[in-house]
């Protein structure tokens, strides 16, 4: 069975205070591993998708990069508006496209 | 339109009614998907559909639900004789033609809160 684990449960930062997220997968061929933004009241943002171990994507002050068992979303210098919980999703091969198992996602909190 | 839009956005129902929720995907998306969010629980995928076929149902939890799509456009997810545990929030989702790169980047609606008393 596919599973995804992110770790910690909830981050506590303070502004500049650069960190990094976890995500640990077991899937059976991996077709894409996913990290989307979620702000309360609100659907899920997709940020990145990653599809190969030693692959790296960037955006402003978020970069994801990927090994063979887990991936992880450094913060470098975050700021209050990077508050928001982070979800990270793997598509298995053999799967629907769309069709992802989400992890339980990391409570981003940034005081100013 | 600019967004998926899902309505209601929110809704109280009474155990045991039936409630139906809508979805309007982006302009020409081909693919919706609808997943649910509980409480404590990751997002959980319920069902996929390829214009107005649903190749993928594997995630309705019980013959109470059922979804449709007409016009490869509205998606309606129905849940009959609703039950306390299916408290959540629905969430829909679309993306473009079903094969390719694009097709695994979803772009989600606000979701319907559904509480069932």
């Known amino acids: 069975e596919d599973q995804v684990t992110q770790s910690p449960e909830a981050l506590r930062l303070q502004e500049g205070e650069s960190s990094s997220l976890n995500c640990s997968y077991t899937v059976s061929g991996l077709r894409g591993l996913f990290w989307y933004r979620q702000d309360p009241g609100k659907g899920p943002e997709f940020l990145f998708t990653l599809y190969s171990a030693g692959e790296e994507k960037e955006k402003e002050r978020l970069k994801a990069t990927l090994t063979k068992k887990e991936s992880f979303l450094h913060i470098t210098a975050p700021k209050p508006e990077d508050s928001a919980t982070y979800l990270c999703a793997v598509r298995a091969g053999g799967t629907s496209y769309g069709k992802l198992t989400f992890g339980q996602g990391t409570i981003l909190t940034v005081h100013p | 339109g600019a967004g998926v839009s899902q309505s209601p956005s929110n809704k109280v129902t009474e155990k045991g009614k039936d409630v139906e929720l809508r979805c309007d995907p982006i302009s020409g998306h081909t693919a919706l998907y609808w997943y649910r969010q509980s409480l404590g629980q990751g997002l959980e995928f319920l069902i996929y559909f390829q214009g107005n076929s649903a190749p993928d149902k594997s995630g309705l939890p019980s013959d109470r639900f059922s979804a449709e799509r007409t016009g490869g456009s509205v998606s309606t997810l129905t849940i009959q004789r609703t039950q306390q545990e299916d408290s959540a929030v629905y969430l829909c989702?679309?993306?473009?033609?079903?094969?390719?790169?694009?097709?695994?980047?979803?772009?989600f609606g606000a979701g319907s809160r559904l509480t069932v008393l």
């Open positions: 989702a679309s993306s473009p033609a079903g094969t390719g790169v694009g097709a695994n980047v979803l772009t």
